[in-house]
């Protein structure tokens, strides 16, 4: 009976301090927690969109201004994000030397292609949603104090595709550099030419390439930068056309799909096939580099090409100097007799 009278007076007294507002502050936060759930937004504090990103290899969580400081390149891992053309471009090129070229050229829909949408209403959509009037940015800049010509492809614009206006800008940008005496850089990040275009798409690959010719025949350096992805006609015209390839690391490269390819042999292909480093093995790519080097390597390629073709160019004048004079005193000596035989005139 007296433990239960006690009992009851130490009930009594909880009751009255509580009520009296002298309940111990644990106590008071212990019912709290008791009394109601904790919603879903208090247990998962809010964080800033875009303020982290999670790399997509090793999952660690990076703060976005330490990645993009890096280059959008994972600390952990190493991992490439892939970036747009904007951040590319403001990668590789000087600040406030860039110039973007044609920026008001614009696809048709000739053969009025519709899926499951229109053609037409599908550019619109993805010109609205990235900004971007087509699938690759052009200009011209200064990459370490050297001017460059640059084309940067976007695989958000419908998957970085080959269409009429790629393959316009990226001609009109060989052609600029050709008449300038510009190297050219290309960063490559495509699935190929776009089905939408049907034959006017497959006509780039021929129209780039014969612009690369003419810029090869006038001794100028064109560098196609391999990104992940590139596929397709991209890699079956302009990517590998370069006098130096680079790539970065772990990037896709190839025509066909791996499961295409995988169905039509009937067999399992190898983890690494279509990758950088498995081209670098077989000998379609020159060199991986990272994309923290990567700027510093094109200068350096540019910068020593650009003195071996001064070298040329002057070992070229002096032999030609050489000769003129040479041909000058053979005229005077002879009254023109062997200056005709010089240039092939005689018997003409």
Known sequence: MSSTRSCNTSIKMATNKESRGL???FDWFANRQKSGPISRERQQPEIADGLWNKCAACGVLAYTK??????MVCLECGYHVRVDSDERIHQLIDANTWTPLDE???SEDPLQFRDRKAYSDRLTETQEKTGLVDAVQTGEGQLEGLPVALGVMDF??????????????LTRLVELATQKRYSVIIVCASGGARMQEGMLSLMQMAKISAALDRHREAQLLYIPVLT???MGGVTASFAMLGDIILAEPKA???????????????????DDFQTAEDLLC????DAIVPRTQLKKT?????????????????????AMALSSSSISSRVSASGGVEAQRAFGWANR
């Open 282 to 285: 077989h000998g379609f790519v």
């Open 23 to 25: 309940m111990p502050l």
């Open 156 to 169: 958000r614009f419908m998957g970085g595709s080959m269409g009429s206006v790629v393959g316009e800008k």
């Open 298 to 318: 094109l200068k350096q390629l540019i910068s020593l090409h650009q003195t071996q073709t001064t070298t040329h160019h002057l070992v070229q004048w002096e």
């Open 104 to 106: 008001n050229l614009r």
């Open 66 to 71: 330490e990645l993009r400081a890096n280059q």
């Open 228 to 230: 992940n992805p590139t």
């Open 252 to 270: 896709t490269i190839g025509f066909a799909g791996r499961r295409v390819i995988e169905q039509t042999l009937r067999e399992k292909l190898p």
